[in-house]
Every structure is written in structure tokens, then in C-alpha cells.
């Protein structure tokens, strides 16, 4: 399994400014597999290329929709570079946004002409494809309302075994901080997934911008739907101006309330039927607008609103609600459903008919929390030294979304903390070669790690030792070398040490040794150099090799010494004896001798003082005070 990363360094855009007077909300968009940045028509919207940035292979594409943006590549993953790929992009300023990804078709025959996969954003599941996706628009690319705050977004595509995951564009806009507000429990923590979204009375489909929209809607795609049952109702449509269409926070487009559809005597109830995910939330946008020139004014259109045989809303009277005719209503309500489908039904009370222009229907998804970042980052270390092969993949967030955490890593959620944290890792026998990292340390709730198996060479981390939850430390059948750190002795939850097979050397640390009589299972064996506990050789005295070389040269300095101390001995007294001979004359000669000799034994003082428990700087200083 692989995943990469996508870096969209200074990719920065901005569309043109509309006719409000805010500044214009940022907009990214990304042509999959391009090669050089696009425009499209009819918008002259720019899409960025993403060439040279990721993994994954660019290809032709295939649009399974009329509604895919008229962009002729692609980026797909294969299962080689592993189930998950993701794209991280930074720069992406703090705000609320709509997140929309078109899906592609390879155009080459022996591709899988229906890839099923999975779609998560900033580490939450929105989407997966269903069979049957490529047969219909509203299926061709899957939408989200997100709150990003850290600066970047990050998106990933799951397989799921059912071929290749296909990309054609990513669109990451901004839209109104308060976009899309239900209630209480709207917030940073929900995700809102465009389920459908019609324009009723029109064959017509629209985006927001190529209908004059505001940009801060987020360049919303409108499904058109011309009836909803047969011939039971009938379309309306109107040239007239539409008041109070274009405002905060959700800025819809004018052309959104100049058609609808308005049901007949045959059948007074409007009622449209939808397939939804059952057990899920749902946020319910209906729209109205009086534009049938037969209503005169309030009094004469009422009706209730029902969802799943709930009345929601009840004396709809869009006229007296919105204020005039051909004025704008928007109506939202967030429901539970349990089962499979989502009726929504206008059920007129007096008078006329009902009459409905447009339908937004959203799943509620609360947002996952993501693993806490030191423990990824620590990963990220571990992926690096063990030099884990492409189809672990291991990037975006490594315990969510919690359907496809990252291969070999056991998750648990802290509530507290409100974060997840690693509690286990097991990669054993994975042929990884790498060394392990200081940075394992910083998975403090590690209770299990096993790696045995692999040919990890180096040393054990003697930050091993702060990981005081481990339980199962298995490093057994791996090329380690140096001795075991005295530090996993502090582990004391330990109830099972394997280092067997290893070439492992030097004491096994007492405190783990002592252990051993408390139940705890330890495995040593197959390490040449360890000694210390009953099965394993009895060590030697307690010294390292360093050591030992050092020994021996603070014995020969000791020797040398001795020599020299005889050699100055025996010179002064020969000076003595000399300058008492020469007495007479008054000769200064054996003042400067008897100073020389004094130096020397000041400096071997000297050198002795460093030399107290440090032979190697005895070793060192050796020649400076025989020179
Ligand atoms: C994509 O199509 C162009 C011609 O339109 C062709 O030159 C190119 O080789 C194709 N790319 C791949 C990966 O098949
Ligand atoms: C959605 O409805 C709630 C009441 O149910 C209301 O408070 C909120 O303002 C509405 N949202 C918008 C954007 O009109
Ligand atoms: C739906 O919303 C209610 C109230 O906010 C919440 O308690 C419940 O967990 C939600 N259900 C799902 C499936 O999200
Ligand atoms: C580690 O994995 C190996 C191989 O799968 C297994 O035999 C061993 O029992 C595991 N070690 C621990 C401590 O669970
Ligand atoms: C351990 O092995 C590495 C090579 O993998 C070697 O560089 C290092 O000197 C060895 N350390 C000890 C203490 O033998
Ligand atoms: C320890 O490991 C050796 C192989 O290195 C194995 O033969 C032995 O059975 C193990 N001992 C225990 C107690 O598991």
C-alpha cells in the first residue's frame, strides 16, 4: 500500500471579484495529471496542474459526466503505490470551504471502467463510490462543507479492491464563515456532504458561476429535476427579477428561484423521493419563491412541509414568509433518518397548489479527530529509518479515518485529549531494513511493539526506556548490535522482552534481569556477545573495549613515567654533583637544568590530575609531556 503527498507550494489563486463588496474568497483548483495550468469555458475558471508535485500516474481521461469541467488528464493509483494516496495541500488560508472532487475514467480499454474507492478529507470519511456511479451525474464527483483552520488540506482516496482510484480535478473554495448555518450543532466539528441539490421546473442544469453567482457560494452544482411524478405537476418559469436571492451567508443565484415546479389537481402533494444512507443526519434546504403570476399575494398558497411523514414546517405562505412575490425563501431543517429513503412532501392546506423552486439535502458527518501530532511525526520518523517499503504508503493521519488506519498501527482514542493515539505496532517479518529512530520514544502509549523478523541493524535506543507503557517489546530475529540500554530497565510494565537473535552484546542490564523471577518472559538467546543472567554466559569484569584500551595505555604512561621520573632523578643528581664541582667557577648552567626538571614534574602533575578515571585523555596527553 502507498500513499504520498502532494505539495502545492505557493499555488495560490484568486478569482476575480464579484459584485459584492467583500474581497474575493479564495479559490484552488486543481487539473489531476495536467501538465501545464488549464482554463476552462465557460467561466475562464484557471485550474492549476499538479504535474511534477505527487505520485500516483497521470493519464488521459475519460468525463463520465457532461458536468465533469472539460479537462482531458487525470491522476490515478494504482494498487502498487499502496490503498491510500493522498493529497496534502498547503497555503490554504483559515476559513470555511467547499471541497468538490471530480472522478475520472482512464482512457485506455484494460482499465477497470468502474473504480470504486473510498474519499476522506482532513482525516474524515465522506464518500464512497457506489455501482452505478458512472451512469449518474449528481455521482460524478462527491462535495463537502469544511472548516479548515491549520493552514493546509489534506485529501485521500482509499482502495477498496475494486480497481484503480481516478481523479480528474480537486476544487477547494471559500465560501461564508456561516454558510450553510442550521443550528446549534453546526460548527467545526461537522462536515456537510452535498447529497443532492435540484433545480425544480428546469432541464437546465446550472453552476452557481456560470449563472452570474455570487463566488462566495462556492460555485454550487444544480441538478435539474423538470417534474417529480408523472405529469402529477408542471413547471413554472419566469423572467422577473427574484429579490433576496444573492444573500449572506449562502449567496444564492438569482436563476435558482426563476423556475419551479407547482403541483395540479390530479395530484395536490408535491412530493419528491430520495435514496439516502440510512442511520444518518440530515440537513434539508427547500427553497421557494412566488413566481406563478396567478398568486396575487399572501392568503393564497398554503401548505405544510413533511419529511418522512414529519410535518417540519407547517402554514407555508412563501408570499407573506418572504415579504413579496418573486421574493426568495429559504427553509432549512436537520433530521434524523434511520432508514433508506428521504420523502419530502408539500401538502397544500388552502387555495392553490404548492410550489417548490429548489432542494439542498446534506449529510451531517461529524469531523474525526486526528491522532495527536507528535505521535505522527514519530511515525513519520519510524517510515523513514526503517525505509518502509511504497505499499505501506503511511501518509495523511494514521488512525483515521478509522476504516482505513494506516497498515500495521493499533489506534485508540483518547477522550480526554480528544485525539488518538498509537497503542500498538506491529510490523513484523515485513523484510524492513532501516535502523530505529530516537523519535520511537515519543509514542508514549505504545504498549506493543513488535518489529521481529526484519533486518533492523544499529542499536536499540536507549529512549526505548521512557516508553514506560510497552508491555511487548519484540525485536527478536534482526540484525541489532551494541548492548541492550540499561534505560529498559525503567520498563517496568514489561511482560514479555524478546531480543533473541540479534547480535546483541555486553551485560543484560540488572534491572532487567531481576524481573525475570516476577512472571515476565524474556527471551536473550541467540546474541553471541550477551551475558549476565542464568542461560547466558557469565560476563567477563565489567568493562568495555574502550576501556580496556584505555587500561593499557595508562599503564604504559605509568611505566613511562617511572623511566622518565629515574632518568630526572638521576640527571639532577648528576647536575648536583656537577654544580657542586663547578661551585667555584659560578657557572648559571645548573639553575636552568634544575628548573627543567621542575617544569617536567609540574606538567606530569598536571597530566596525572586529568588522567583520575579518563585514560583515554591520559593516552592523549602523553606525548605533549613527553615532547
Ligand atoms: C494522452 O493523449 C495524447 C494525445 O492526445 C497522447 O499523445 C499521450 O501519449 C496520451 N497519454 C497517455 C499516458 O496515454
Ligand atoms: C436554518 O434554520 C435555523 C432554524 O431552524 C435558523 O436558525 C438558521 O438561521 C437557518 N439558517 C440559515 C442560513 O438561514
Ligand atoms: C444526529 O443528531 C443528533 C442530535 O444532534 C445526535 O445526537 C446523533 O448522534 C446524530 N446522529 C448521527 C447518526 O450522526
Ligand atoms: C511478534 O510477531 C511474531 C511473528 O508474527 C510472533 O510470533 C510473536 O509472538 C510476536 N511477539 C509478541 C510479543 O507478540
Ligand atoms: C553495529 O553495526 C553497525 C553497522 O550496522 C556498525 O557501524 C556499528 O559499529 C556496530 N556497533 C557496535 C557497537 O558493534
Ligand atoms: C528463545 O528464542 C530461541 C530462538 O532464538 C528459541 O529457540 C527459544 O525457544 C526461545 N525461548 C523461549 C522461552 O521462548
Given at each position: 500500500?502507498?500513499?504520498?503527498t502532494?505539495?502545492?507550494l505557493?499555488?495560490?489563486?484568486?478569482?476575480?471579484?464579484?459584485?459584492?463588496a467583500r474581497?474575493?474568497?479564495?479559490?484552488m483548483?486543481i487539473?489531476?495529471?495536467a501538465?501545464e495550468?488549464?482554463r476552462?469555458?465557460?467561466?475562464y475558471?484557471n485550474?492549476?496542474?499538479?504535474f511534477?508535485y505527487?505520485?500516483?500516474?497521470?493519464?488521459?481521461a475519460?468525463?463520465?459526466?457532461?458536468i465533469t469541467p472539460?479537462?482531458?488528464?487525470?491522476?490515478?493509483?494504482?494498487?502498487s503505490e499502496g490503498?491510500e494516496?493522498?493529497?496534502?495541500?498547503?497555503?490554504?488560508?483559515?476559513?470555511?470551504?467547499?471541497?468538490?472532487?471530480?472522478f475520472?475514467?482512464?482512457a485506455?480499454?484494460?482499465?477497470d471502467?468502474e473504480p470504486?474507492f473510498d474519499?476522506s478529507?482532513?482525516g474524515?470519511?465522506i464518500?464512497?463510490?457506489k455501482?452505478?456511479?458512472?451512469s449518474?451525474?449528481?455521482?460524478?464527483?462527491v462535495?463537502?462543507?469544511?472548516?479548515?483552520?491549520d493552514g493546509?488540506?489534506s485529501?485521500?482516496f482509499?482502495s477498496t479492491?475494486?480497481?484503480d482510484?481516478?481523479?480528474?480535478?480537486?476544487e477547494?473554495l471559500q465560501?461564508?464563515?456561516k454558510?450553510?448555518y442550521?443550528?446549534?450543532?453546526?460548527?467545526k466539528g461537522?462536515?456537510?456532504?452535498?447529497t443532492?441539490?435540484?433545480?425544480?421546473?428546469?432541464?437546465?442544469?446550472?453552476?452557481d458561476?456560470?449563472?452570474?453567482g455570487?463566488?462566495?457560494?462556492?460555485?454550487?452544482?444544480?441538478?435539474?429535476?423538470?417534474?417529480f411524478?408523472q405529469?402529477a405537476d408542471e413547471p413554472r418559469s419566469?423572467?422577473?427579477?427574484i429579490?433576496?436571492?444573492?444573500d449572506?451567508?449562502?449567496?444564492?443565484?438569482?436563476a435558482?428561484?426563476?423556475?419551479a415546479?407547482v403541483?395540479?389537481?390530479?395530484?395536490?402533494?408535491?412530493?419528491?423521493t430520495?435514496?439516502?444512507?440510512p442511520?444518518?443526519?440530515y440537513?434539508i434546504?427547500l427553497h421557494?419563491a412566488?413566481?406563478d403570476a396567478?398568486?396575487?399575494?399572501?392568503g393564497q398558497?398554503?401548505?405544510?412541509?413533511?419529511?418522512?411523514?414529519?410535518?417540519?414546517?407547517e402554514?407555508?405562505?412563501?408570499v407573506?414568509?418572504?415579504?413579496?412575490r418573486?421574493?426568495?425563501?429559504?427553509l432549512?431543517?436537520?433530521?434524523a433518518?434511520s432508514?433508506?429513503?428521504?420523502?419530502?412532501?408539500?401538502?397544500p392546506?388552502?387555495?392553490?397548489h404548492?410550489?417548490?423552486?429548489a432542494?439542498?439535502v446534506f449529510?451531517?458527518?461529524?469531523?474525526?479527530?486526528?491522532?495527536?501530532?507528535?505521535?505522527?511525526?514519530?511515525?513519520?520518523?519510524l517510515?523513514?529509518?526503517?525505509?518502509?517499503?511504497?505499499?505501506?504508503?503511511?501518509?495523511?493521519?494514521?488512525?483515521?479515518?478509522?476504516?482505513?488506519?494506516?497498515?500495521g498501527a493499533?489506534?485508540?482514542?483518547?477522550?480526554s485529549?480528544?485525539n488518538?493515539?498509537?497503542?500498538?505496532l506491529?510490523?513484523?517479518n515485513?523484510?524492513?531494513?532501516?535502523?530505529?529512530?530516537?523519535e520511537?520514544s515519543k509514542?508514549?502509549?505504545?504498549?506493543?511493539?513488535?518489529?521481529s523478523?526484519n533486518?533492523?541493524h544499529g542499536?536499540?535506543p536507549?529512549?526505548?526506556?521512557?516508553?514506560?507503557?510497552?508491555?511487548?517489546?519484540d525485536?527478536?530475529y534482526n540484525?541489532?548490535?551494541?548492548?541492550?540500554?540499561e534505560?529498559?530497565g525503567?520498563?517496568?510494565?514489561?511482560r514479555?522482552?524478546?531480543?533473541?537473535?540479534?547480535?546483541?552484546?555486553?551485560?543484560?542490564?540488572?534491572?532487567?534481569?531481576?524481573?525475570?523471577l516476577?512472571?515476565?518472559?524474556f527471551?536473550f538467546?541467540d546474541?553471541?556477545?550477551?551475558c549476565g543472567?542464568?542461560?547466558?554466559?557469565?560476563?567477563?569484569?565489567?568493562?568495555?573495549?574502550?576501556?580496556?584500551v584505555?587500561?593499557?595505555f595508562?599503564a604504559?604512561?605509568?611505566?613511562?613515567?617511572l623511566?622518565?621520573?629515574s632518568?630526572c632523578y638521576w640527571?639532577?643528581r648528576q647536575?648536583?654533583?656537577r654544580?657542586?664541582?663547578?661551585a667555584?667557577?659560578g657557572?648559571?648552567?645548573?639553575?636552568a637544568r634544575?628548573?627543567?626538571?621542575?617544569?617536567?614534574q609540574?606538567s606530569?602533575?598536571?597530566n596525572?590530575?586529568?588522567n583520575h578515571?579518563?585514560?583515554?585523555?591520559?593516552a592523549e596527553?602523553?606525548?605533549s609531556l613527553?615532547s
Amino acid at each position: 500500500m502507498l500513499r504520498f503527498t502532494l505539495l502545492l507550494l505557493l499555488v495560490f489563486c484568486s478569482s476575480l471579484s464579484s459584485s459584492s463588496a467583500r474581497p474575493a474568497p479564495f479559490a484552488m483548483r486543481i487539473s489531476c495529471g495536467a501538465r501545464e495550468n488549464v482554463r476552462t469555458r465557460p467561466t475562464y475558471a484557471n485550474w492549476y496542474k499538479d504535474f511534477g508535485y505527487t505520485g500516483g500516474i497521470p493519464d488521459n481521461a475519460t468525463s463520465p459526466s457532461f458536468i465533469t469541467p472539460p479537462l482531458k488528464t487525470l491522476r490515478y493509483f494504482p494498487r502498487s503505490e499502496g490503498p491510500e494516496n493522498c493529497y496534502s495541500i498547503n497555503r490554504v488560508p483559515k476559513g470555511h470551504y467547499t471541497v468538490r472532487i471530480f472522478f475520472g475514467l482512464i482512457a485506455q480499454p484494460d482499465f477497470d471502467n468502474e473504480p470504486l474507492f473510498d474519499v476522506s478529507v482532513e482525516g474524515t470519511l465522506i464518500h464512497s463510490l457506489k455501482s452505478g456511479w458512472t451512469s449518474n451525474d449528481e455521482q460524478s464527483f462527491v462535495e463537502a462543507l469544511v472548516f479548515l483552520l491549520d493552514g493546509t488540506i489534506s485529501i485521500c482516496f482509499h482502495s477498496t479492491g475494486h480497481g484503480d482510484p481516478a481523479i480528474i480535478s480537486i476544487e477547494i473554495l471559500q465560501v461564508d464563515d456561516k454558510a450553510y448555518y442550521f443550528g446549534p450543532e453546526w460548527g467545526k466539528g461537522v462536515i456537510l456532504k452535498t447529497t443532492s441539490r435540484l433545480t425544480c421546473g428546469t432541464s437546465k442544469p446550472r453552476f452557481d458561476e456560470d449563472y452570474s453567482g455570487d463566488h462566495w457560494g462556492g460555485d454550487r452544482y444544480w441538478h435539474p429535476i423538470r417534474t417529480f411524478g408523472q405529469n402529477a405537476d408542471e413547471p413554472r418559469s419566469t423572467e422577473n427579477v427574484i429579490k433576496q436571492a444573492s444573500d449572506a451567508p449562502n449567496f444564492y443565484p438569482e436563476a435558482l428561484y426563476q423556475s419551479a415546479i407547482v403541483s395540479t389537481d390530479s395530484q395536490p402533494d408535491l412530493t419528491y423521493t430520495m435514496d439516502v444512507d440510512p442511520n444518518k443526519n440530515y440537513s434539508i434546504w427547500l427553497h421557494f419563491a412566488e413566481i406563478d403570476a396567478s398568486i396575487r399575494g399572501a392568503g393564497q398558497r398554503v401548505f405544510d412541509v413533511l419529511i418522512n411523514d414529519d410535518t417540519v414546517f407547517e402554514n407555508i405562505d412563501v408570499v407573506e414568509r418572504s415579504g413579496d412575490r418573486y421574493t426568495a425563501l429559504v427553509l432549512n431543517k436537520t433530521i434524523a433518518v434511520s432508514g433508506r429513503t428521504l420523502t419530502i412532501t408539500l401538502h397544500p392546506k388552502s387555495g392553490n397548489h404548492a410550489i417548490l423552486n429548489a432542494i439542498e439535502v446534506f449529510q451531517v458527518i461529524a469531523a474525526e479527530s486526528k491522532t495527536s501530532p507528535d505521535e505522527v511525526r514519530a511515525l513519520q520518523a519510524l517510515k523513514k529509518a526503517l525505509g518502509l517499503p511504497t505499499r505501506f504508503g503511511w501518509n495523511g493521519d494514521p488512525c483515521v479515518p478509522k476504516e482505513h488506519p494506516w497498515s500495521g498501527a493499533d489506534c485508540h482514542f483518547d477522550k480526554s485529549g480528544n485525539n488518538w493515539f498509537i497503542d500498538g505496532l506491529d510490523l513484523d517479518n515485513q523484510v524492513l531494513k532501516g535502523f530505529l529512530p530516537v523519535e520511537i520514544s515519543k509514542l508514549h502509549h505504545l504498549q506493543s511493539l513488535n518489529l521481529s523478523g526484519n533486518t533492523i541493524h544499529g542499536a536499540i535506543p536507549s529512549s526505548l526506556g521512557t516508553v514506560t507503557s510497552l508491555q511487548f517489546l519484540d525485536l527478536s530475529y534482526n540484525s541489532l548490535n551494541g548492548s541492550i540500554p540499561e534505560s529498559l530497565g525503567q520498563l517496568t510494565a514489561l511482560r514479555r522482552l524478546n531480543l533473541n537473535g540479534n547480535s546483541l552484546s555486553g551485560r543484560v542490564p540488572d534491572a532487567l534481569g531481576g524481573r525475570l523471577l516476577n512472571g515476565a518472559s524474556f527471551n536473550f538467546t541467540d546474541n553471541a556477545g550477551l551475558c549476565g543472567i542464568p542461560g547466558l554466559r557469565t560476563c567477563g569484569p565489567h568493562l568495555s573495549a574502550g576501556a580496556k584500551v584505555g587500561i593499557a595505555f595508562g599503564a604504559s604512561l605509568a611505566f613511562l613515567l617511572l623511566v622518565i621520573c629515574s632518568v630526572c632523578y638521576w640527571k639532577r643528581r648528576q647536575n648536583i654533583l656537577r654544580a657542586q664541582q663547578m661551585a667555584a667557577r659560578g657557572a648559571p648552567y645548573a639553575k636552568a637544568r634544575t628548573q627543567l626538571s621542575h617544569d617536567i614534574q609540574m606538567s606530569r602533575h598536571h597530566n596525572h590530575h586529568h588522567n583520575h578515571g579518563n585514560t583515554r585523555t591520559a593516552a592523549e596527553n602523553g606525548p605533549s609531556l613527553l615532547s
